[in-house]
């Protein structure tokens, strides 16, 4: 099964280099530019994985991940929020959603794929 | 693993910087230091914040990961009321931005940018940190590290009250209409804080003292109980700062549940409910225009449009073709060839408009040019922009803007007065300055008013004295104003350092003629001045007036052309050996013959048996010698330079119906080279 990866970003250089990460590692990756589109792109798809920036124009990651986690099918979905935010308020907001995990851009793109990997328990080498 | 090529995604980067500064910039230009606008700080910071997260990424733009760490930082404390905005920071963060775009263009061009433009701006942004104390400057390192990665070790729900968190109320499966009703309910029971709409469920989220139970049995009236779910929790943060009365733009922006997008989530902008807030619509802008445009590289647009024209041509060659059949026997043939004539015209149409291009791309940089110089000058000066949406093609807004900042620098500084001198003089210390653009006809009308002190008629004709331009005491005002347009011309005092060094109005008329266009001034001593420019809206199409000249065809600018006439032997006056005027109702026109100008034979040599067309190019009428007249067209106007070389005296060449090439004349060009001839001619014949 090759992984559905859902990535939000309001920086389109941002969205192509985790695209171009994401599908170099051989996963499909839908994209979109902000929380709203993507709830709306959750909603028609299923993702194993949803990488989100957290403040973005329209509705920021806040919102969209309380979106996502009220969809019975994203429950458990693996989130990790990329963003340079580091306020702790932010942070606690995403731990109470139970998101994966927090990733403070600048992003290493090979790093992000090993730790996408590691969260979907595959191993990026095959 | 193979690391991936992060170069290929600079130029994306480069344009999206640049955007994201532009935007900035605009942003910065509307805050009102007293009271900004939590939305538009927030877009700022956001601008920032994602050029800084590029820059960082990439790791090799370390001066601009910088600089914009230190300005997110700033941005960050004032949007969370950690610091107070001030006028002079507003300064600060936009010279910083010009420090950034300086940055990327370095960045862009392959070198390093400024090191000493670098630690300075750095300097002022860390002591504007440190000043407040709230936030230090974070340490470089933030930006420069390479990938850190925190997981977060989850630990049980927090908990954190919830009864100081509004209420939420989700319904599933509901539709459009009940939805409605139960936003009314539920703006009933307490304060519609945000609502949301998707795939047939709806989300409220309220500030009320009614209970869990009180919510449910209001809205079992309308939907059964099990749809409900009602949780104590934050509302999505994009809604979190939204102001009270929202229950009203709720409800009237609400969709129903199959529609896609519902705006509630976007505050404000839109709703028709107004907002104590101005402008936040700004902020919500961008992300709309890029999910309904592409970007398309101009040299694609142009040859579109190039194919066009020729399937215009070649229209209208069928047509010049089928107008000698029987329209009895052909009528179908005839009907389709009306057909496809409408379809190329519309056709036509469409893609020129895909080069048009808003003057806002025009106008929005003068807020800031405006901004700088009147601080420079001491002068107050509020600007007004009118026509923003006004379409200009592409290849003409580019060129515009120049000439455009020229007359804006002039009026600012010559026109407009100090405050003390508009005072003195019973004006509103604020000066005014407006710019407008409209169409009219296949033109766009461009103009700059100030209410400034006007041209100083005097001024003018003394100085046009001393250069020995020839003036008369009693010209009318409109003759003297054009006077300021000669070469070298300025009447400034003294030369400051915004406007007079050397480029002068002669330059700005020069670039407008350039584009086709003219310029026109008036002035109203002690009340200001006016410049309009009249610019065709694009160079691509041209209507023209085309004539014979022996055997060939050429085509003049309709817009030129004023009358045309069959001259009588006693209109025809010969001066100065060979050159001749023709009189006109009082009037002496110097008559360029085209046969002699451009040399073709077989030509009517007798001027009563042949046509005068007068012209008028700028403020000189001349009138052209032409055999006939042959009809009025819409033609495609060919570059002649790219596919032959530059022809003195023609601007380009089209391609009429039967496949022949016809040459555009260049009035400008011939009224300039028969200029000295006109002026001794006609001065012979008046002595």
């Known amino acids: 099964m090759i992984p559905n990866i859902l990535v939000v970003d309001d920086s389109l250089t941002m969205r192509l280099i985790v695209q171009a990460a994401m599908v170099g590692a051989g996963w499909k990756v839908v994209l979109a530019t902000n929380g709203k589109e993507a709830l709306d792109k959750s909603q028609d798809g299923s993702f194993d994985l949803v990488l989100s920036d957290w403040n973005m124009p329209v509705m920021g990651g806040l919102g969209f991940i309380q979106g996502l986690r009220a969809q019975s099918k994203y429950k458990d979905t693996p989130v990790l929020v990329l963003t340079t935010e580091e306020d702790d308020v932010s942070k606690a907001a995403a731990r109470e959603l139970d998101v994966s995990g927090w990733v403070n851009k600048p992003v290493d793109p090979d790093g992000l794929v090993e730790f996408v990997a590691e969260l979907l328990g595959i191993d990026p080498a095959n | ?53 590029g820059a960082a990424t990439f790791g090799t733009f370390q001066k601009l990961a910088e600089t914009t760490h230190l300005l997110e930082n700033l941005l960050d404390a004032i949007r969370r009321g950690d610091m107070a905005l001030r006028a002079d920071m507003v300064d600060i963060f936009l010279e910083t931005k010009d420090v950034l775009k300086s940055q990327l263009d370095a960045y862009r061009a392959s070198e390093e940018p400024d090191e000493a433009v670098y630690e300075r701006i750095c300097a002022v942004l860390r002591q504007l940190a440190e000043e407040d104390g709230a936030h230090g400057a974070a340490p470089a390192a933030a930006s420069a590290a390479p990938a850190r990665e925190e997981t977060m070790h989850m630990p049980a729900a927090s908990a954190t009250g919830t009864s100081d968190k509004p209420t939420c109320v989700r319904i599933r499966d509901v539709s459009g209409k009940d939805a409605q009703s139960l936003l009314e309910e539920m703006g009933n029971l307490g304060t519609v804080l945000h609502s949301e709409s998707k795939s047939g469920g709806l989300s409220v989220w309220m500030q009320t003292t009614c209970s869990v139970a009180d919510i449910e049995a209001v809205c079992c009236f309308i939907v059964d109980a099990d749809q409900l779910r009602i949780t104590h929790e934050a509302a999505p943060a994009s809604a979190a700062s939204d102001v009270v009365s929202q229950f009203e733009a709720a409800a009237s922006s609400f969709t129903p549940p199959d529609a896609p997008a519902p705006s509630a989530a976007r505050p404000a902008g839109n709703v028709a409910a107004p907002r104590p807030q101005k402008a936040a619509t700004p902020a919500a802008a961008p992300a709309d225009k890029e999910s309904t445009s592409i970007r398309v590289g101009v040299e694609k647009v142009d040859q579109i449009i190039n194919l066009v024209g020729e399937l215009v041509i070649t229209q209208a060659m069928l047509t010049q073709t089928a107008s000698t059949l029987d329209p009895v026997v052909h009528d179908r043939l005839l009907n389709g060839l009306e057909q496809l004539e409408r379809n190329a015209r519309d056709l036509q149409e469409s893609v020129m408009s895909i080069r048009m291009m808003p003057m806002d791309y025009v106008f929005s ?17 509020e600007l007004e922009t009118h026509g923003r949406a006004t379409e200009l093609d592409k290849s003409l807004i580019e060129r515009i803007i120049d000439p455009l900042t020229h007359l804006v620098r002039n009026s600012l500084d010559h026109g407009i007065e100090t405050p003390d001198k508009r005072i003195a003089a019973d004006k509103d210390p604020v000066g005014k300055l407006t710019m407008s653009a409209q169409h009219h006809g296949g033109n766009i009308v461009i103009q700059v008013t100030d209410d400034g002190a006007g041209l100083n008629r005097e001024r003018i004709l003394k100085k046009a004295m001393e250069q020995g331009i020839p003036i008369s005491e009693n010209m009318p005002d409109e003759e003297v104003w054009q006077l300021i347009f000669a070469p070298g011309f300025s009447t400034a005092e003294k030369i400051t350092d915004v ?67 069959q001259p009588t032997e006693d209109q025809i006056y010969t001066v100065a050996g060979d050159e001749r005027v023709l009189h006109v109702r009082g009037e002496y026109l110097p008559l360029v013959e085209m046969h002699r100008a451009f040399a073709v034979g077989d030509a009517q040599q007798d001027p009563t048996q042949a046509i005068a067309v007068i012209m008028q190019a700028e403020d000189k009428r001349f009138a052209l010698l032409v055999d006939h007249l042959v009809g009025q067209h819409q033609v495609v106007v060919k570059n002649l330079e790219a596919n032959y070389r530059k022809v003195p005296g023609i601007s380009a060449a089209t391609i009429m119906g039967d496949g022949s090439v016809a040459l555009i004349v260049d009035v400008f060009a011939l009224a300039r080279a028969n200029r000295e001839k006109w002026s001794s001619a006609a001065e012979t014949v008046l002595n």
């Open chain 2, 499 to 565: 406007s007079g060094r050397g480029v002068g109005m002669d330059v700005v008329r020069r670039n407008i003629q350039d584009m086709g266009g003219h310029v026109q001034l008036s002035s109203r001593t002690g009340q200001g001045t006016t410049t309009r420019i009249v610019l065709p809206l694009t160079l691509a199409i041209l209507d023209g007036m085309s004539v014979r000249v022996g055997v060939e065809t050429f085509i003049l600018p309709l817009n030129h052309v004023t009358e045309s006439m």
């Open chain 2, 1 to 53: 693993m193979s690391g991936l090529d992060l170069s290929q995604f600079y130029e994306t980067f480069f344009d999206e910087a640049d955007e994201l500064l532009a935007q900035m910039e605009q942003l910065l230009l509307e805050l009102d230091a007293q009271a900004p606008d939590i939305e538009q700080l927030n877009a700022i910071f956001r601008a920032a914040h994602s050029i800084k997260g």
């Open chain 2, 365 to 381: 940089r003068f807020p800031r040019v405006v901004r700088d110089l009147a601080s420079k000058m001491g002068k107050q000066i």
